[in-house]
């Protein structure tokens, strides 16, 4: 990714941890773990990487770390995400000229407008077709016979 802006690929690495830390609290070791799973091992975040994202993070109001005990009985920094981290992904695809997806149509709704449309065009090709019909009668009536239209269609 030689051709990426840095600062694209550092939010990259903070929208993943962003993400990991929407579902719970975690130290970072965990973060790591949990990115290279979600990733199937595409991304492997590695200390040095991550723990300066974190406290830039950090300093940016995102995340607030805190001391706690781990599953080992050793101390770790726990992470967790702030109203502001939990709004960034938003702000980012906004900045980005991303669309939200809260304000996209929903797949049932966009099929149902589908469907009337669909339904719609079915009633006014009838209509057409009724109509149609209702000429072709009058033009009988007005020669005496068949309209060389339907004698083309049969």
């Known amino acids: 990714m030689p051709d990426q802006p840095p600062d694209l690929i550092q939010g990259t690495l903070e929208m993943l941890i962003l ?7 975690m130290h970072g070791y965990g973060i790591a773990m949990r990115i290279e799973q979600i990733s199937d091992g ?8 991550l ?8 300093r940016a109001g995102r995340v607030k ?4 005990a781990t599953e080992n009985n050793r101390r770790a920094r726990y ?3 702030t109203e502001k981290g939990r709004r960034a992904p938003q702000e980012r695809n906004r900045k980005l000229g991303a669309p939200d997806r809260r304000h996209q149509p929903h797949p049932r709704g966009i099929a149902m407008g589908l469907l009337r ?13 009724a109509r149609n019909d209702e000429i072709d009668e009058e ?5 005496g016979g068949p309209s060389t239209r339907r004698c ?3």
């Open 79 to 81: 992470y967790a995400l």
């Open 139 to 143: 033009l009988e009536s007005f020669l």
């Open 42 to 49: 595409a991304f492997r975040v590695n200390p040095g990487s």
């Open 65 to 68: 770390g805190d001391w706690r």
């Open 117 to 129: 449309s669909t339904q719609d065009g079915i009633r006014a090709l009838r209509d057409k077709s």
């Open 152 to 154: 083309a269609m049969a």
């Open 51 to 58: 723990l300066p994202a974190l406290s830039r993070m950090e």
């Open 19 to 25: 993400k990991t830390l929407a579902l719970t609290p």
